[in-house]
């Protein structure tokens, strides 16, 4: 059974930061992806930032120059530094990791129980 457990949600003041982590644990073969999406309420899910096994990285335009992920592949760790965050990036986040159980099984998706970001103005 794989299980990911995010950590890091909370209040901030607009302009504030916060770092969320999210491990993967369990018997996985391989980890594609790992990545952050996030829910406001009302809303749909829509992806925050991801990052591959190889580095690449890739963000949504609402975030880009604010926040960074990164990943600790030795952890099966990804993390969310988020700057400068703004009321509007209060959301649910919930992190996300694309991973194999085996060497020939197929990819599948993976979601932790999310974490709440408050921004106040």
């Known amino acids: 059974q794989v299980q990911l457990v995010e950590s890091g949600g909370g209040l901030v003041q607009a302009g504030g930061s916060l770092r969320l982590s999210c491990g993967a644990s369990?018997?996985?073969?391989?980890?594609?992806?790992m990545g952050w999406y996030r829910q406001a309420p009302g809303k749909q899910r829509e992806l925050v930032a991801a990052i591959t096994s190889g580095g690449t990285t890739n963000y949504a335009d609402f975030v880009k120059g604010r926040f960074t992920v990164s990943r600790d592949h030795a952890k099966n760790t990804v993390y969310l530094q988020m700057n400068s965050l703004k009321p509007e990036d209060g959301a649910v986040y919930y992190c996300?990791?694309?991973?194999?159980?085996?060497?020939?099984?197929?990819?599948?998706?993976?979601w932790g129980q999310g974490t709440q970001v408050t921004v106040s103005s």
């Open positions: 996300n990791a694309n991973l194999k159980l085996r060497r020939w099984s197929l990819s599948t998706d993976y």
């Open positions: 369990g018997s996985i073969f391989a980890i594609n992806a």
